[in-house]
């Protein structure tokens, strides 16, 4: 595995928010937030010191605005295990096909949905 294997969408369903990781760029873009007030989708959530091909350590903005120092480390092909902030938590990857085009997901209260958060059904 390289460190671009890690390139890609990855989603929180513990606290319900997710980015777009862009290894090359060392940072990470909120596709989804749970925060609207603190940040918006598109914007810069996570920002990359240390990458390998096992994981990546650096710092997250969090709900309440402030920038936490986080691990992550690769636990399979589709999920992240990461911590910070006294917390851990799972990503999973989002198959591609369901990644929006548009990205322009926001946070949307509980309905009953259909694959990714964010797109909700009728």
Known sequence: MSVE???GEWWSPKFRYAFRLAVRERCGYATVTNAPRVYRVGQ???RIEYVNEGGFS???MFADGGWVPVVALL???DELRMTGGCFSWR???VPQDEVAQDTVLAFAPRRRRLGFPGRATK
């Open 91 to 93: 990503m999973h990857r």
């Open 58 to 60: 650096g710092v997250q």
């Open 5 to 7: 294997d890690l390139d």
């Open 75 to 77: 636990a399979g092909p």
């Open 44 to 46: 810069r959530l996570l």
